[in-house]
């Protein structure tokens, strides 16, 4: 007889099913359920559940005792209750842009959420070049509505300490900060590069004293900078999407740091899909309207998220000091910089560091895969090293746009 | 019977006697002690025990219920653990620099502490215009030993991220934020100005709308940067002293913010007794001979923090990107620039806010009050908008000078 309520074990599919039974309320008492492990991140193990008689299904995410990315990183299962608190918070702020969460166990290190399999993985989704026009709307108003109303500008200042204290996450925040901020900045041995972009690499970012100085003092304004209570790894794979609906999940990596680390993240991702729609779409016509959206999408989230968030300032803000006239702006074009920096920085760690992604994986021709690479890993240098300059949507597609062509010409 | 193992109460003088001989293991068999309440800051009661047998003695500070500065201001009495915890974390890194802490009880909210009796509160005795040569050089050790080795460039991430959230203190960095960064600059009813300053405050203070600006900025960054493990009230009030020994007393402010703010509040408050001096001293050479001691004290307490600051860095900074060529001398210009910021707002809350420093309120002659808080708020003002060019000592001094003259030239 399976005890779930004395030490937690990891879970197998008939575990939680029997878990799903006698724990959670919420099939009929006739269930008739099945299980499969779907997950493909690299922390949690996911299982959905379905109930055959009702239609009915549910996920149960369970932390391993580990991280699934390696051995190496130990990573405690707070982090569940850390997820667990912080999606009933963004239901809070961002309500209809996060799954519903039916339960916590912190015995067990699982919660049971909301089934989105009628959505997909936005990586996925994106690979295969689907468009979804009102994502952009979507994500703008969820990181609007998470990174101001978390702040000092909206938040009583003590209610914020608290929440600082209570998703302190150091575990993964070094996960972070070695995997982004560090090691694809130098020829360490955990990075994983395609070897023909090798010499590029290491003539352009790791021979770069320059840019190892901007990465240093961005690695300790994440670590020092306490502004907003962020996903934190708030990229297309941690994003479930359908045409009319966008689903935020996988917060477990939140923490209170720069709220420009949340949009950078998305801005980068969407390039990684830029990039990889110009190397795979072989029809002119599918192309140039794939690349068009992927366009319009990056500078309607930059842009999008600045109009908002400036009147969300103006409804919001609770601060006498934020209503000075001059702060907003300030504030905002802080804000900016730092998601400049951190598209740049995530676009080098996804090509030079171990967490790779499947856009750029999946170009098969090897030529293009370097000029991939060397597309966003340029983009990526100028974006760190001139975060002071880039502020609109548009000029974050023309630093693409440039080193697209110029890569493309030279090859 | 009085029973201190249940519940807090207020102690009086008798009630600490009985406590000393029952609770503390300090004081011989056969003591004969006295007590008087010696506390003259706002937060707790100070309670000193002399063993009138022995000569052995002892203090015992208890929390008040309530801070003591007005009734307005409710403090948590877990400030108390706080204050044990930094004392002994401040031992260890700033050995000699703070008094030995004894005891600690949770309930009682109270400590017993090493006497200091033989030393004096340094702002009266430079009120008494007392020299101490070794100032500068203790008080940079104590703040180099404390602010490097507690942030990210010596301390282990994940143990500074503890840290953080183990001195997390809402309401008292609350007092700070709107005593410090916010009231003086505007007419706040809480504010205590000298009748004789409104007019000079209400032109150069309150209507100036770019002062204001730089203040949210600084407000901000104080409320969102931990970066390291600060005193939090360090001025010259916390301070006990003699010719051969510098003690930092009060810690109950501790938590992580921008390293800048102690060091700006030991050069505010040493700007405070060189005005005093300025205008108190009778005798030429006498005044003098403490502004020379003053001017000099300032630039040593700049010059020797920078210093050691980064010799203590090449000693001991165990991240690797703190290593990277420019980063150290960009991390210290940052705290530097704090440090002129934050010497600028004690300038002004000091003068404009509700806690006023006696250096400025024994100058007797109105005119000469007058012409002082001028040249204290022309300083601060100045320190505040100029905070990106002043960087060494002798830029502060600069910057006194000018304004103890011109306004001397005026008056």
Redesign the interface.
């Known amino acids: 007889m399976l005890d779930f309520t004395k030490e937690y074990f990891k879970m197998v599919e008939k575990d939680v099913i029997v878990y799903a039974k006698t724990r959670l309320d919420f099939f009929d008492e006739d269930v008739e359920l099945s299980c499969e492990e779907i997950g493909d991140g690299n922390l949690n193990y996911v299982f959905r559940l379905v109930d055959s008689k009702s239609g009915k299904s549910l996920i149960v995410k369970q932390a391993g005792p580990v991280a699934r990315i390696s051995d190496e990183f130990k990573v405690s299962p707070d982090r569940n209750r850390i997820e667990s608190e912080i999606l009933s918070l963004q239901h809070k702020l961002a309500p209809g842009f996060v799954p519903k969460m039916y339960h916590y166990d912190p015995i067990m290190n699982c919660c049971a959420m909301e089934d989105l399999s009628d959505h997909e993985i936005m990586r996925t989704a994106l690979i295969k070049h689907k468009t979804f026009p009102l994502f952009a709307d979507h994500i703008t108003t969820f990181m609007v509505n998470t990174l101001l109303h978390t702040s000092?500008v909206v938040t009583e200042?003590?209610e914020?300490?608290?929440l600082?204290?209570s998703f302190?996450?150091?575990?993964l925040?070094?996960i972070t900060?070695d995997l982004v901020?560090?090691e694809p900045f130098f020829d360490c041995e955990r990075n994983d590069i395609f070897e023909g972009s090798r010499e590029f690499i290491k003539e352009h970012i790791w021979n770069d004293?320059k840019l190892?100085?901007e990465?240093?003092?961005l690695?300790?304004e994440f670590?020092?900078?306490?502004?907003s209570l962020l996903h934190g790894d708030l990229h297309t794979g941690s994003i479930f999407i359908k045409e009319d609906s966008t689903k935020v999940i996988d917060p477990e990596f939140a923490f209170y740091g720069p709220a420009g680390y949340d949009v950078g993240n998305v801005v980068a991702n969407l390039i990684f899909a830029y990039v990889n729609g110009k190397f795979t779409i072989e029809d002119d016509g599918e192309r140039d309207k794939f690349l068009q959206y992927m366009e319009k999408t990056i500078r309607e989230v930059i842009d999008l998220f600045t109009e908002k968030f400036l009147y969300g300032w103006d409804e919001h803000a609770t601060e006498?000091?934020?209503t000075?006239?001059?702060?907003k702006e300030?504030?905002l074009d802080g804000l900016l910089r730092d998601t400049v920096a951190v598209t740049g920085l995530e676009l080098c760690r996804r090509t030079i560091g171990i967490a790779g992604v499947k856009d750029i994986q999946v170009i098969k021709n090897e030529k293009d895969r370097v000029a991939a690479e060397k597309i966003v890993l340029s983009a990526g240098k100028t974006f760190i090293l001139e975060r002071d300059t880039i502020r609109t949507g548009d000029d974050f597609v023309k630093v693409v746009l440039n080193y697209a062509s110029k890569v493309l010409k030279e090859a």
Chains 1, 2 share one sequence.
């Open positions: 000092d200042h003590k914020k300490k608290e600082v204290k302190t996450n150091p575990e925040c070094e900060e901020y560090t004293e190892a100085l990465t240093a003092k690695k300790f670590m020092t900078h306490s502004q006498r000091v934020a000075y006239p001059g702060f300030y504030y």
